[in-house]
């Protein structure tokens, strides 16, 4: 073993830790030059996958409803071209609140974050003391329901922007499709989508779905329109039959 002494007095060039080494000609090799480091930003784009970044494309071009005061639309079902049922919802995302009109009877229910109302949902009345303060003038049971109306209703309308929500799984399938799975999250988890993504505008064109329940279903997206911020299909219709869903009244406030 050399002692200190000795490799102080050690022949031939000594290395500065500090600068990069040169070859002959005094050009710093490449592989000498510092490695970039690798910021927290370029850590999680890295991580990545083909799915998130389709993904986070269709949200871009589809805009952001939680940023708003205010949205307003209607969830129309029709047959045959005849109106089956209608519900309107007023949501005000900022506040937390969302009013569903079904029928002569408004539905007012608060507190949305402040709750997790599809937990409260699964045994309303076993939760009668959350429900009195999240929907005062409705039974447990009603706002249980109206609750599932507007999760089917607004998913309907806005899955474009859900696409990155926590218990989301996304894969591309062979045809470059995005499909979606669930953890443990919402009042269905054991639903499957299966959305096809136009390349260029990264609005989506159908989508296809079997749900928990065991449904299936395969509907065309149209009628794209600019509501506020948002860019949002109006008209869903079925490949195999007259039905069509469709979003009447859409307003948006910022």
């Given at each position: 073993?050399?002692?200190?002494?000795?490799?102080?007095?050690?022949?031939?060039?000594?290395?500065?830790?500090?600068r990069?080494?040169?070859?002959?000609?005094?050009?710093?090799?490449k592989?000498?030059?510092?490695?970039?480091?690798?910021?927290p930003?370029?850590?999680?784009?890295?991580?990545?996958?083909?799915?998130?970044?389709?993904?986070?494309?269709?949200i871009?071009?589809?805009?952001?409803?939680?940023?708003?005061?205010?949205?307003e639309?209607?969830?129309v079902?029709?047959?045959?071209?005849?109106?089956?049922?209608?519900?309107?919802?007023?949501?005000?995302?900022?506040?937390?609140e969302?009013?569903?009109?079904?029928?002569?009877?408004?539905?007012?229910?608060?507190?949305?974050?402040?709750?997790?109302?599809?937990?409260l949902?699964?045994?309303?009345?076993?939760?009668?003391e959350?429900?009195?303060?999240?929907?005062p003038?409705?039974?447990?049971?009603e706002?249980?329901?109206?609750?599932?109306?507007?999760?089917n209703?607004?998913?309907?309308?806005?899955?474009?922007?859900?696409?990155?929500?926590?218990?989301?799984?996304?894969?591309?399938?062979?045809?470059?499709?995005?499909?979606?799975?669930?953890?443990?999250?919402?009042?269905?988890?054991?639903?499957?989508?299966?959305?096809?993504?136009?390349?260029e505008?990264?609005?989506v064109?159908?989508?296809?779905?079997?749900?928990?329940?065991?449904n299936?279903?395969?509907f065309?997206?149209?009628?794209?329109?600019?509501?506020?911020?948002?860019t949002?299909?109006?008209?869903?219709?079925?490949?195999?039959s007259?039905?069509?869903?469709?979003f009447?009244n859409?307003?948006?406030?910022?």
């Amino acid at each position: 073993m050399l002692g200190a002494s000795a490799c102080d007095n050690q022949a031939g060039p000594q290395l500065d830790a500090n600068r990069p080494a040169k070859n002959e000609d005094g050009v710093v090799s490449k592989s000498a030059e510092p490695a970039a480091k690798e910021t927290p930003e370029k850590k999680v784009e890295a991580a990545k996958t083909p799915a998130d970044k389709l993904a986070e494309r269709v949200i871009a071009a589809s805009g952001d409803p939680e940023s708003l005061s205010r949205l307003e639309f209607s969830f129309v079902p029709r047959r045959d071209g005849e109106e089956v049922s209608r519900r309107h919802h007023n949501w005000q995302p900022k506040a937390g609140e969302v009013t569903i009109t079904a029928g002569e009877k408004d539905y007012r229910l608060t507190h949305l974050r402040d709750y997790d109302l599809t937990k409260l949902s699964a045994e309303p009345d076993q939760h009668a003391e959350a429900w009195e303060a999240i929907a005062p003038d409705l039974t447990p049971e009603e706002a249980a329901k109206a609750w599932g109306w507007f999760i089917n209703d607004s998913y309907w309308l806005l899955v474009p922007s859900k696409l990155m929500d926590e218990g989301v799984n996304r894969q591309l399938d062979d045809q470059g499709r995005l499909v979606l799975t669930f953890g443990e999250v919402g009042l269905t988890p054991g639903d499957r989508y299966v959305l096809t993504v136009d390349p260029e505008t990264h609005r989506v064109t159908r989508w296809e779905f079997k749900l928990q329940g065991g449904n299936e279903g395969d509907f065309a997206w149209s009628d794209y329109q600019q509501v506020g911020p948002l860019t949002l299909s109006g008209v869903r219709s079925a490949k195999d039959s007259e039905m069509a869903i469709t979003f009447d009244n859409l307003r948006a406030q910022p």
